[in-house]
């Protein structure tokens, strides 16, 4: 008996803090994200509904059908009319939220990024971060994994002698223009890491053996941590870099920069 | 089918005979019931050393440096040994506790005598599956003695991390060797046990026992039983699979051009890391099934008996059992979602998906539909399984979040996940334990338990687990990334740690309130008041042999079964539940 308000409690508790929102997502930066929040918003709705009504629904018949002490219980062994009706009522509902949700999946991951879209490298490796940007010829240069010097500042592997490199730019951090779209490629030197950015409702394993392509873009200026995401070791925890989005002039002044620092 | 003559099988004499090496399996039950007991202890004090560590990064604890003088010098957690205590944690809980108790505890002890046979079909190979567990978990604890300690690629042991070596951090060394060694000696063994039940079940069923006679619970280890023949069969091969890439120098997961701390490891090409994600995953989605189906089954045995009501919709429950066991074995790519497969596959994986949540669903309507027009005491057993729908439903919900690889793109790998598997199957498959510890216990061990510290108990844990548990989703909500040591290099992670605070203290609280049960439990066991033959007033076969049983069930005497096994408030009949050996005449003509 006592069950059904210590029911009722933990139900309202839980759900007041769906209300509050007090721990959030971040607002999102691209439409991709938008589209994000309102599948999340709707699956809430429809799982907070089953989740109210059914854990209410238990306190109910808890209090209801206590033993009373007086006669016997209903002798019933079902009702295949209801069966059914909630076997389909749960199959439509289920299936449809994965239909709705299925666009936002296709814009991530089924259709190809725009032809213009700025290709940029990532490595990860335990327990760091690089990135590299073909520069201004637009090519990136022959890299081999010999000549990988982390310490040297060359944990891709460039081999100068190839002159596509000498214009490739490798930065510790993301950085990319605003409102541009941008194609990651995607690679890992020893085990798996994920790349994730919160504001940008994206998450992507990075396999070594395997170059993972993802392309987003991010329309909102401003600085967003990147947490590695898979279990990479004991640096895991520390693995963290950041996206900064710049405007295009700000971009194209730190590519100019960086240039001249080579 | 059981022969015609009747012969009443003698105890074997001696200590060793009867308690350690015993054939028996009402013994062998219990002896699978304390090694999951014991394991769930080890495992929930890892957790709290964990909790602690999340909350007090550089905290130094004397007594820490003590237990690991390398691994926590100057008391204070390195991060590596955050891993490896999360890893061992993690296999722990769901191998040797959440994978022996309900199937191999309850159902060895229970089975044989729910449908009226006198023993498992091969009492030998039954003892050999029990101390071939025994020998796993051994195995698993020297995982920790050894150099470099425990390993810490987790539960699911993904390579490369788990594959090359010592070089991927401490503990990956013999650590990991010895992990994968265990895992694949607990496999040999549950093949063994999963053989057992479903010969047992499919030949042992007294005269008049048929399928649709059988309890739910009987439903439940039988498709249990099957989930873990062709799951652990997968998970054996591709744990040799990964010894092989350790120790033999072959590259089924390793694949070529990887350079770990700038050493190229060129004697490898050709394998794939995706590949163990998938062998893993195709047997550990059964195997959640396999931690939570005894649970439901006893779930829905205990509502039945305390409200006094059939179970409403016996065929439907027998169904969704069915189809969960069959749709457990198509949805494996929803761990996978992020792993960089085939996105497109992740369509088919995700409807499969929608498809076996109905029939977890069902069972939800259905219990609802048995407790409804009942008459339910609230004894503590029937707490734990009202606990366990409540639990079921808070973790079911979430699955639907994460079932979409839309959602998941984000939700993949925070804390919503941890938040979800802890509630449905790490907290309610144990509310399962818990709730047949306390309805058998007095046919067990021939005494009760105390109802006042059992229910004291359940309203303590049931809280404490809603507030250990249900906070971690909303740091998912937050994009809290799991298996991290502290939160202190990410920023916005600063801003979630009271979250961690206030459930690090619900987890002492739930721990320490443990005390209660295990009070209870060894009170009960020497001083507890003698037990009847059917306490609960309930009608399953168990209820009509002495607490606790002969040594051969039935005394030789072989049982004959006229009845459904939930026949409760039968109007008419002379008492509110029928037994499933009374005569056919115990239902009035009418009916
Ligand atoms: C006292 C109760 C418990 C507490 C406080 C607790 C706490 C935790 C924590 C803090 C983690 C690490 C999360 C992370 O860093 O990603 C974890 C992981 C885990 N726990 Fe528990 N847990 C408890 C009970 C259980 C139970 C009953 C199970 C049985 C299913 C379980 C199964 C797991 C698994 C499978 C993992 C994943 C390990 C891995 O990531 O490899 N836990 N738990
Ligand atoms: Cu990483
Ligand atoms: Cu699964």
New interface residues.
């Given amino acids: 008996?006592?069950?059904a308000p210590?029911?009722w409690a933990?139900t309202v508790?839980?759900a007041y803090?769906f209300f509050a929102k007090?721990?959030?997502?971040?607002p999102p930066i691209n439409q991709h994200g938008v589209a994000?929040d309102a599948?999340?918003m709707r699956?809430l709705v429809?799982?907070g509904v089953?989740?109210i009504l059914?854990?209410f629904?238990?306190g109910y018949?808890?209090v209801r059908?206590?033993?009373?002490g007086r006669?016997?219980?209903?002798?019933?062994?079902?009702?295949n009319r209801?069966?059914t009706l909630?076997?389909s009522a749960?199959?439509l509902l289920?299936?449809s939220?994965?239909v709705m949700?299925?666009k936002?999946?296709a814009g991530?991951?089924?259709d190809e990024a725009p032809p213009d879209a700025i290709p940029i490298e990532v490595l990860a490796?335990?327990f760091s971060w690089s990135f590299r940007y073909a520069g201004p010829d637009g090519k990136f240069g022959h890299i081999d994994?010999?000549l990988?010097n982390?310490s040297a500042g060359n944990p891709f592997g460039l081999d100068d002698k190839d002159p596509a490199s000498k214009d490739d730019i490798v930065s510790a951090s993301l950085k990319v223009p605003v409102g541009k779209p941008i194609l990651l490629r995607m690679n890992s030197?020893?085990?798996?890491h994920?790349f994730?950015v919160?504001e940008l409702?994206?998450?992507?394993?990075?396999?070594?053996?395997?170059e993972?392509p993802i392309h987003f873009q991010a329309d909102q200026i401003g600085i967003y941590?990147v947490?590695?995401?898979?279990?990479?070791?004991?640096?895991?925890?520390?693995m963290?870099t950041t996206m900064q989005v710049m405007s295009v002039a700000d971009f194209a002044a730190w590519q100019q920069q960086m240039l001249a620092q080579k | 089918m059981s022969s015609p003559v009747v012969h009443a099988h003698h105890a074997p004499e001696g200590f060793i005979r009867r308690y350690v090496f015993s054939l028996d399996h009402k013994v062998i039950g219990i002896q699978y019931y304390f090694l999951g007991l014991f394991s769930v202890f080890i495992g929930m004090f890892l957790s709290l050393l964990m909790r602690y560590h999340m909350v007090n990064p550089t905290v130094s604890v004397a007594w820490m440096a003590k237990l690991w003088p390398t691994a926590a010098a100057g008391g204070v957690m390195?991060?590596?040994l955050y891993?490896s205590l999360m890893t061992m944690h993690g296999t722990i809980m769901v191998f040797f506790v959440l994978t022996t108790v309900p199937q191999s505890g309850f159902g060895n002890y229970m089975l044989p005598i729910q449908i009226g046979a006198e023993d498992m079909a091969f009492p030998v190979l039954n003892m050999m599956s029990f101390w071939t567990t025994f020998l796993a978990l051994v195995v698993m604890i020297a995982a920790f003695f050894v150099e470099g300690g425990a390993p810490?690629?987790?539960w699911t042991a993904?390579p490369?991390?788990s594959a090359?070596g010592r070089v991927?951090?401490?503990g990956e060394g013999m650590g990991q060797n010895l992990w994968i060694l265990s895992i694949a000696i607990f496999c040999g063994a549950s093949l063994m046990g999963a053989i057992n039940f479903i010969s047992t079940t499919v030949d042992l069923r007294c005269k008049g026992m048929t399928l649709m006679r059988m309890p739910l619970t009987c439903w439940t280890w039988l498709v249990t039983a099957i989930l873990g023949l062709l799951g652990f069969a997968v998970l054996l091969a591709a744990g040799v699979l990964l010894l092989l890439d350790r120790l033999a120098g072959s590259s089924f997961f390793l694949?070529?051009?990887?350079?770990?701390?700038?050493r190229?490891l060129a004697d490898h090409k050709g394998?794939?890391?995706?590949l163990w994600q998938h062998l893993f995953w195709f047997f550990g989605h059964p195997e959640v099934y396999i931690a939570i189906l005894p649970g439901m089954g006893v779930t829905s045995q205990l509502l039945s008996t305390f409200?006094?009501?059939?179970?409403?919709?016996?065929?439907?429950m027998v169904y969704a059992i069915l189809s969960i066991g069959f749709l457990g074995f198509l949805v494996w790519g929803h761990h996978m979602f992020?792993?960089?497969m085939n996105?497109?596959s992740?369509?088919a994986f995700?409807?499969l998906t929608?498809?076996i949540?109905?029939p977890s669903?069902?069972k939800?309507?259905?219990w609802?539909?048995t407790?409804?027009?009942?008459?339910?005491?609230?004894t503590t057993a029937m707490?734990f399984a009202?606990?366990f729908?409540?639990l079921f439903?808070?973790g079911g919900?979430?699955g639907?979040?994460l079932?979409?690889?839309?959602?998941d793109?984000?939700f993949?790998?925070?804390y919503f996940v941890v938040g979800h598997f802890h509630m449905i199957m790490g907290v309610a498959a144990i509310f399962g334990m818990f709730a047949g510890t306390f309805y058998w216990f007095p046919k067990m061990y021939g005494r009760m338990m105390n109802e006042t510290l059992g229910k004291i108990h359940f309203?303590l844990t049931?809280?404490g687990v809603?507030c250990i548990f249900?906070?971690m989703h909303?740091?998912g909500?937050?994009?809290n990334?799991r298996?991290?040591?502290?939160?202190?290099?990410?920023?916005?992670?600063g801003g979630?740690i009271p979250?961690h605070q206030f459930m690090t203290y619900a987890a002492y609280f739930t721990a320490a309130v443990q005390l209660i049960f295990v009070v209870n439990l060894f009170w009960s066991l020497m001083k507890g008041p003698k037990a009847p033959v059917n306490p609960w007033n309930a009608t399953t076969l168990e209820w009509t042999v002495p607490s606790p049983p002969p040594f051969d069930n039935f005394a030789g005497v072989h049982p004959v079964v006229n009845h459904g096994p939930y026949e409760?408030?039968?109007?008419g009949a002379a008492s509110?539940f029928i037994m499933q050996t009374d005569p056919p005449s115990a239902v009035p003509s009418e009916h």
């Avoid at chain 1, 030197?189 to 798996?192: A, K, L, M, P, Y």
């Avoid at chain 1, 409702?201 to 395997?210: E, S, W």
């Avoid at chain 2, 409200?307 to 439907?316: E, L, T």
């Fill in positions: 008996m006592l069950l210590v029911v933990l508790g839980v803090f007090t721990w959030w997502f971040p994000y599948q999340f699956t429809v799982v089953i989740f059914a854990q629904a238990l018949v808890i059908f206590r033993n009373d006669g016997r219980a209903q002798y019933t062994h079902g009702n209801l069966e909630w076997t749960t199959a289920f299936l939220l994965v949700g299925t936002i999946w991530v991951h089924f490796k335990q994994l010999k990988v982390d030197r020893d085990v798996i994920n994730f919160r409702r994206m998450k992507q394993d990075i396999v070594p053996g395997m993972i941590e947490p590695c995401s898979e279990l990479c070791g004991l640096g895991h925890f520390q963290r | 390195t991060p590596e891993l810490l690629s987790g993904y490369p991390l090359a991927t951090g401490p694949p070529a051009g990887m350079m770990i701390s700038d190229i394998g794939s890391p995706l409200s006094r009501k059939p179970i409403f919709g016996y065929k439907a992020m792993s960089g996105p497109y992740a369509m995700a409807t929608m498809c949540g109905v669903a069902i939800t309507f259905n609802l539909g407790l409804w027009g009942g008459k339910i005491h609230f707490l009202l606990g729908v409540s439903v808070t919900v979430s639907i979040f079932g979409q690889p839309a959602l793109l984000y993949h790998d925070t309203y049931f809280i809603y249900t906070p909303y740091l909500i937050a994009g990334p298996r991290y040591s502290a939160f202190t290099d990410v920023e916005y992670l979630l979250v409760y408030s039968v109007p509110d």
